[in-house]
């Protein structure tokens, strides 16, 4: 089966912009996904980063990094990934992952895994990854978005809010699960949730994957027992992965 890897790239974030080119250990963040995804068993040439500014494309030209230059009107990594489809002629039977770019210490494992069970899931439309939740905070935390599944990883609902709550004992965190935001699809499911538009409790909730559930689109859950440890989003993160990378590189 043909998997190939697409890793959106936005040089304008609102919270820290031109993170994707900011240097951990003397290269880029985006590097350091690329180099994950192919720790992961992905070829080189499968593997593609999708941007929408030329300053990305300049600056990886010395990294033997296959880029693709998309519009600068996409409002979500999807739409973005979706184009870089089209572009190079992939045709519907085609699995793509939605490495996240900004996770440059995202687990090759985690990569393994999503794509084993998406490979073995085909009865799946897409494919995500969650971890269990083990603490109160993030399970109360809004910024912690909640996956609740259903029998054989199928998820049923995402959200910000506490959930699963055990009306009996809320304490209880043994179905609780925090969503990973990583995914897999066929061309042909891309395609699908990209005719979409957003609907009202993807606007609601901020989550994009609920347009796919609104609209009857079945996505399955992997649990991976593994520590994720969190993205870019600030400079407070990026100065905490730095010194993580820092120690673990001595």
């Known amino acids: 089966m043909d998997v190939k890897v697409v890793i959106p790239a936005r ?5 820290l912009p031109g993170k994707p080119l900011l240097m951990l250990l003397g290269k880029p963040v985006i590097w350091h996904v690329v180099e994950r995804c192919k720790e ?17 494309i300049e600056a990886l030209k010395d990294y033997d990094i296959n880029v693709v230059l998309t519009s600068l009107s996409h409002q979500s990594g999807t739409d973005r990934i979706n184009e870089v489809a089209a572009i190079e002629s992939w045709s519907d ?4 992952l939605n490495v996240q770019g900004d996770e440059p210490m995202i687990p ?3 990569i393994q895994n999503i794509t084993a069970f998406t490979l073995a899931n085909p009865h799946y439309q897409i494919t995500t990854a969650v971890v269990p939740l083990t603490n109160q905070d993030d399970f109360t935390n809004s910024n912690v978005v909640k996956a609740i599944l259903g029998n054989h990883g199928r998820a049923i609902y995402f959200t910000r809010s506490p959930a699963p709550m055990n009306r009996d004992n809320p304490n209880d965190l043994s179905l609780a699960k925090r969503h990973i935001g990583i995914y897999a699809y066929r061309v042909s499911a891309l395609k699908q ?6 609907d009202e409790l993807e606007h609601y909730e901020k989550l994009e994957q609920l347009r796919a559930l609104s609209h009857g689109m ?3 859950a992997t649990v991976f027992n593994g520590i994720v440890p969190h993205g870019i989003d600030t400079i407070d993160d990026f100065n905490n992965i730095k010194k993580i990378m820092k120690e673990n590189n001595n």
């Open 218 to 220: 079945t996505i399955g």
């Open 193 to 198: 949730f990209c005719s979409y538009s957003e």
């Open 93 to 96: 039977e085609v699995v793509v």
């Open 108 to 110: 090759f494992s985690l």
């Open 40 to 56: 992961a068993g992905i070829d080189r040439d499968n593997i593609f980063v999708a941007t929408d500014d030329q300053r990305i």
């Open 11 to 15: 040089y304008g974030s609102s919270r």
